[in-house]
């Protein structure tokens, strides 16, 4: 028995960068706003406004996909929009295929993506890096993509149970 298993995080250098100057500016002004004279924030909203810049800032950096492919189907959890996995079993998929693709020309970025807003002839896509995914076609003629950073292992897995 063949089984892929991957777990990914945001953790791109760029992102850490963009996420840092994000929470750095607002954090910034009203430690600006403090330290005027007849300033109208108090200590307790200082420290509060602060914390929930911080918390919101960095709750991506803990965001988890999950991936896993065995002989029952195709699984997949995308933390915290998803608190276990999700199953697709072999007879729901119709194709399923490695392929490169444009995350933002194709389904508008990172993360949980497609459906309403964007494109949604190309469905759904869920990851959090990269231009690599594994592209399912169902059966009731919906598509999610995958993304993955282990292109020969998945391929090589795929086609254990094609």
Partial sequence: MKVFKEEQRFTQLWLIVLMSVGLFVPIAL??????????????NELIGSTIAILASGLLIFFFKLKTRIDEK?????FFPFHFKYKLIFWY??????VRTYDAIGEYGGWGLKGGFFWRK?????????GDIGIQLELKNGKKLLIGTQKKEEAISVLKTYK
């Fill in 30 to 43: 009203i430690f600006q706003e403090y330290s005027k004279e007849n300033s109208s924030i108090s200590n």
């Fill in 73 to 77: 189907g195709i699984y997949y959890q």
């Fill in 92 to 97: 729901e998929i119709e194709n399923a295929f």
């Fill in 121 to 129: 002839s190309k469905g759904t896509c869920i990851n959090v890096s």
